[in-house]
């Protein structure tokens, strides 16, 4: 219960670097997801039309995403769906309920939905390779992924509403943690193998660092010359994922403070930045056992952005749930 309170904190943040993505930044360099470049730009397009017009405009309701269901692929009916048809909290008047009334949108939710399946498509490559799944199997399991990362979206955007109750939220957390347990088992019976959910669950616990590494990590020590061997990747990887995962007593408490969005505040925001520059300094100091000094200056880059994008996050998240400029 602890690890998931921890990591609803920061699946907040996470919401919305996802959604300053796609507002902002191009996709990432890969050639996997160069087909999707002309549906992005024309749908950032349409974003700032949508904000004008959407308090005017009626809402409607998406199709059910199709689910791939094979031989080898237990039934996901069962399994909690998410969209405007789930149950939500209250929604707010100022800016964090602007934001999840934009969310409604069918264009807006396509495009979070496309960014969604490029961080998979990514992030997940190389675990679709061992697990060795034919072209049904892997299409299955991404779509398991995708839609409870659209669950996990939702659920982090419903936390940002400042209109919610202490009570409302300990809910959230609730419904969290029952989602989770119900796409573990709808996992783990599709892999239907010991060894293979044991990797799996290896992989979910390093998620964060792997989706932010292939996302901008990995293009930068490529270009330094230097690249990183895969198992350096491996490795530094895990090892920032075992530093966030050991926080101190201060870093955990603050973390549970935050799924509180009043408590997005300039002081906390510092205290959250101090840490993680403390957490990158830590990171620095081990990856020296198995980087060599032309990796060192990239790691040290790579941080660098990393607290970019931290900074980025919480500003967003201010903006949303405190209307903050």
């Known amino acids: 219960m602890k690890a998931l309170t921890i990591a609803l904190a920061a699946s907040l ?28 730009k024309e749908a950032r397009q349409t974003i700032s039309q949508l904000r004008r017009d959407l308090a005017n405009r009626p809402v409607t309701t998406p199709p059910a995403p199709s689910r791939v269901s094979g ?53 997940y490559a190389r675990l679709f390779e061992y697990l060795q799944l034919n072209d049904q199997e892997k299409a299955h399991f991404k779509n398991l992924l995708v839609e409870r990362g659209k669950l996990e979206t939702e659920l982090g955007l419903k936390m940002l509403d400042p209109n919610v109750t ?34 799996f ?39 920032m994922a075992q530093v966030r995962q050991s ?37 620095f100091q081990e990856a020296a056992a198995f980087l060599s000094p032309t990796q060192l200056k990239s790691l040290q880059t790579y941080q660098d952005q990393l607290l970019e994008t931290f900074k980025t996050s919480w500003q967003m998240s201010s903006m949303f749930t405190q209307g903050k400029k």
């Not at 989706?211 to 061997?229: V, Y």
């Not at 973390?255 to 830590?282: C, E, G, H, V, W």
């Open 13 to 40: 943040l996470a919401s919305i670097v996802a959604l300053a993505w796609v507002l902002a930044t191009p996709p990432p360099p890969d050639p996997r997801v160069a087909r999707l470049e002309a549906d992005l």
């Open 71 to 123: 031989a080898t692929s237990p039934d996901i009916a069962g399994l909690p769906a998410g969209g405007p048809g789930t149950p939500a909290a209250a929604s707010g008047t100022g800016p964090a309920g602007s934001l999840q009334d934009m969310m409604k949108n069918p264009a807006m939710r396509d495009l979070i939905m496309q960014q969604q399946a490029v961080q998979i498509e990514t992030s």
């Open 166 to 199: 202490p009570e409302q939220r300990q809910k959230l957390i609730a419904e969290a943690e029952k989602n989770k347990a119900a796409y573990d088992q709808t996992i783990k019976g599709f892999l239907n193998n010991d060894s293979d959910w044991s990797t």
């Open 201 to 239: 669950q290896r992989w979910e616990g390093t998620k964060p660092e792997r989706t932010s590494f292939e996302s901008m990590g990995r293009s930068l020590f490529n270009a330094s010359g230097e690249p990183l061997s895969t198992q350096q990747e491996d490795q530094l990887i895990t090892l």
């Open 247 to 283: 926080p101190t007593p201060e870093q955990a408490a603050l973390s549970r403070m935050i799924q509180d969005p009043s408590q997005l505040n300039d002081a906390n925001f510092q205290k959250m930045l101090d840490y993680q520059k403390t957490t990158n300094q830590r990171t």
